[in-house]
T-cell receptor, first 114, second 113 residues
Framework: DQQVKQNSPSLSVQEGRISILNCDYT??????FLWYKKYPAEGPTFLIS?????DKNEDGRFTVFLNKSAKHLSLHIVPSQPGDSAVYFC?????????????FGQGTILTVHP | KAGVTQTPRYLIKTRGQQVTLSCSPI?????VSWYQQTPGQGLQFLFE???????NKGNFPGRFSGRQFSNSRSEMNVSTLELGDSALYLC????????????FGQGTRLTVV
């Protein structure tokens, strides 16, 4: 039972354009969401997060949107740069006693072409 | 500020052996979580420790265990290794655990032959 899904395995974008990465979840107990960027053979790097009490959070070129009714979140990268090429994971944590547990999606490979 | 340090970076073990992996969290972080990453299953939660106590455990067999020391450093152990245990093992530290950002180490690549 995959509680966090990233339905697009890959995304290709031109440099300077917007990249939109999507994530859906099924567990209504999730109340905190995070995006991570990962290069091969390295650990994920934290990008941005959002609490369920918000619907938008911005940090520089990165903006995360949360639609609780649709159980959907998205990461917007504007403008996209070749250095953004990596695997992007969305992750969610659950209120209550699921301490320290992040549930990850399967990842989306983003390629930004110069 | 130093990041999360995992040692060793690479390991090759034989089926049936056991292995111990180490993780030093960011200074001041009290929560340490472990994840297994494989191509087929993605990133899967193993367990989380906070102040030397295991607070949460994922759906892994009892061959996978861990502990946390008083300085927040953590170790995980896998006994009776199987070929399917070959994976990238990642450690993450955070201040308190839930609803705080987790910062990951570079991981330990374990290969079981």
């Amino acid at each position: 039972d995959q509680q966090v899904k990233q339905n697009s395995p890959s995304l290709s974008v031109q440099e300077g354009r917007i990249s939109i990465l999507n994530c859906d979840y099924t567990n209504s107990m999730f109340d905190y969401f995070l995006w991570y960027k990962k290069y091969p053979a390295e650990g994920p790097t934290f990008l941005i997060s959002i609490s369920s009490i918000k619907d938008k959070n911005e940090d520089g070129r990165f903006t995360v949107f949360l639609n609780k009714s649709a159980k959907h979140l998205s990461l917007h990268i504007v403008p996209s740069q070749p250095g953004d090429s990596a695997v992007y994971f969305c992750a969610a944590s659950e209120r209550g006693t699921s301490y320290g547990k992040l549930t990850f999606g399967q990842g989306t490979i983003l390629t930004v072409h110069p | 500020k130093a990041g999360v340090t995992q040692t060793p970076r690479y390991l090759i073990k034989t089926r049936g052996q056991q292995v111990t992996l180490s993780c030093s969290p960011i200074s001041g972080h009290r929560s340490v979580s472990w994840y297994q990453q494989t191509p087929g299953q993605g990133l899967q939660f193993l367990f989380e420790y906070f102040s030397e106590t295991q607070r949460n455990k994922g759906n892994f067999p009892g061959r996978f265990s861990g502990r946390q020391f008083s300085n927040s450093r953590s170790e995980m152990n896998v006994s009776t290794l199987e070929l399917g245990d070959s994976a990238l093992y990642l450690c993450a530290s955070s201040l308190f655990g839930p609803n705080t950002e987790a910062f990951f180490g570079q991981g330990t690549r374990l290969t079981v032959v």
